[in-house]
């Protein structure tokens, strides 16, 4: 390996941008913030999110079971790409989890605070059984599968919560 390949592996250069799978990849550059790419990651979500949720369930589900399909193949391209295995700047699993998570509530901003705040604790967190997905899972489905499930265990509670309210 070259040292020019050995530095693009962990860059956040914003020329990683000009191609579509990093564009999409890097969650429209909001993965490339130095500090917490994953939470830059979930932020960028919270529009994209609120802009599906106004057409409906079907829509919301249908865009969060299409997001993670396409998730698995740009992330796992992406990381391919750089050569790493799940660079902290690949962010469209974040963005895909938030969309999961936010499919038992309404677009309210309490609902939206909450799911941010539970999908990120699960996210960082990672209790079992999302450690086991994100270390025995290669490629975009390891990538993906994390924060999927991340986001069933924050819709799970935000439904419990929904319930007793």
Do not use: N
């Amino acid at each position: 390996m070259t040292q020019a390949s050995a530095e693009l592996k962990w860059t956040a250069d914003p020329a990683l941008m000009r191609h579509p799978v990093h564009l999409f990849a890097f969650g429209f550059g909001s993965g490339l913030v130095p500090i917490a790419p994953g939470t830059a990651g979930t932020l960028i979500a919270i529009p994209i999110v609120l802009f599906v949720m106004q057409f409906g369930f079907a829509v919301h589900l249908a865009f969060a079971i299409l997001a993670a399909i396409f998730g698995i193949y740009v992330c796992g391209e992406s990381a391919k790409r750089l050569g790493v295995h799940d660079h902290p700047g690949i962010v469209w699993d974040e963005i895909t989890g938030f969309a999961v998570t936010m499919l038992t509530v309404p677009a309210k901003t309490s609902w939206v605070v909450a799911g941010f705040a539970l999908f990120r604790l699960f996210d960082i967190w990672k209790p079992w059984p999302i450690r086991e997905a994100d270390h025995s899972l290669s490629g975009g489905l390891g990538i993906m599968l994390d924060d999927v499930i991340a986001g069933i265990f924050a819709a799970a509670i935000l439904l419990g919560i929904r319930h007793i309210l």
